[in-house]
């Protein structure tokens, strides 16, 4: 009956039990996260990028779980809820090193025991996005967990849906704008994705929240977005196509390509 803050993780990173072997790892990973869920709580698993890759099934994980990956690195190189990203870092009053972590994922401060009361409540939808590189779709991404692109890499196309309401977008290309769409189907070439193959230098994303919503939340949400360039540091968040307060009404810089979007409702 205890409250939690976060969801309850299970440490795995223990060299004597890699003879075990990736399934049965994953398989003693699983029970001790359903076992943690019987007791309405949520759970996930933290482990080192190395763990991941070859000791466990991430994508199984993933799917089911909160992830927690530790790597200490200049970017994260699977998806995750939190990414532990050093061991070495410095706080005011501490004088030691201690370790850091980047949240990607709020909601996971949202993780205390579920009252009855608050079951069926209408939550904040999610926003799906995923983009094309190089000919290659890369895969989906909810929300803020991770970022979609590659760095260095230009995008030439993006696919967004949203989880309930309403959601069209557009690109920005050499060329202009091209039409806005609101589906979210790669074989469909008129309204699944947005671009037409050609390297995109800006975007825009627009948001209609349901009634429902409005009055759940007691507010009406918009589509908060940002780009980077190619290799460098993302221009200012965006909000649906607004002007105001110092907006473009779109994310980007014409004339720069873009390698990466982060989107979520807000």
Same mark, same amino acid.
């Given at each position: 009956?205890?409250?939690?803050?976060?969801?309850?993780?299970?440490? *795995?990173?223990?060299?004597?039990?890699?003879?075990? +072997?990736?399934?049965? *790892?994953?398989?003693?990973?699983?029970?001790?996260?359903?076992?943690?869920?019987?007791?309405?709580?949520r759970? @996930?698993v933290?482990a080192? *990028?190395?763990?991941?890759?070859?000791?466990?099934d991430? %994508?199984?994980?993933?799917?089911?779980?909160?992830?927690?990956?530790?790597?200490?690195?200049?970017?994260n190189?699977?998806?995750?809820?939190?990414?532990?990203?050093?061991?070495?870092?410095?706080? !005011?009053?501490?004088? /030691?090193?201690? %370790?850091?972590?980047?949240?990607?994922n709020?909601s996971?401060?949202?993780?205390?025991?579920?009252?009855? /009361?608050?079951?069926? /409540?209408?939550?904040?939808p999610?926003?799906?996005? #995923?983009?094309?590189?190089? +000919?290659?779709?890369?895969?989906e991404v909810?929300?803020?967990?991770?970022?979609? @692109?590659?760095?260095?890499?230009?995008?030439?196309?993006?696919?967004?849906?949203?989880?309930? +309401?309403?959601?069209?977008?557009?690109?920005?290309?050499?060329?202009?704008?091209l039409?806005k769409?609101? @589906?979210?189907?790669?074989?469909? *070439?008129?309204?699944?994705?947005?671009?037409?193959?050609?390297k995109?230098?800006?975007?825009?994303?627009y948001?209609?929240?349901?009634?429902?919503?409005?009055?759940?939340?007691n507010k009406?949400?918009?589509?908060?977005?940002?780009? !980077?360039?190619?290799s460098?540091e993302?221009?200012?968040?965006q909000?649906?196509?607004q002007?105001?307060? +110092?907006?473009?009404?779109?994310?980007g810089?014409?004339?720069?390509?873009?390698? #990466?979007?982060?989107?979520v409702?807000?």
């Amino acid at each position: 009956n205890k409250s939690l803050d976060m969801p309850i993780y299970y440490d *795995l990173e223990d060299n004597s039990q890699t003879k075990l +072997g990736k399934a049965k *790892l994953t398989e003693i990973a699983e029970r001790f996260c359903e076992t943690i869920k019987k007791s309405n709580y949520r759970a @996930g698993v933290y482990a080192n *990028l190395n763990w991941f890759n070859n000791y466990l099934d991430y %994508d199984k994980l993933k799917k089911k779980y909160s992830i927690w990956l530790a790597q200490y690195n200049s970017v994260n190189e699977l998806n995750c809820d939190i990414w532990q990203n050093s061991s070495t870092g410095r706080v !005011s009053g501490y004088g /030691k090193n201690i %370790d850091t972590n980047i949240i990607f994922n709020e909601s996971v401060f949202n993780s205390k025991k579920e009252d009855d /009361k608050d079951k069926g /409540k209408i939550t904040k939808p999610d926003i799906f996005y #995923r983009v094309r590189c190089d +000919g290659v779709w890369l895969p989906e991404v909810k929300n803020l967990e991770d970022y979609a @692109g590659l760095k260095g890499k230009a995008i030439t196309d993006i696919a967004i849906k949203v989880s309930a +309401g309403k959601v069209w977008y557009q690109v920005h290309t050499k060329s202009g704008w091209l039409p806005k769409v609101s @589906g979210y189907d790669i074989d469909d *070439l008129e309204n699944g994705y947005a671009g037409n193959g050609s390297k995109i230098d800006a975007i825009r994303v627009y948001y209609t929240t349901p009634q429902s919503i409005v009055e759940s939340l007691n507010k009406y949400l918009v589509a908060k977005y940002k780009v !980077s360039a190619i290799s460098k540091e993302y221009f200012d968040w965006q909000h649906d196509d607004q002007t105001s307060n +110092g907006q473009d009404g779109y994310a980007g810089l014409f004339g720069n390509n873009i390698d #990466r979007v982060l989107l979520v409702l807000e």
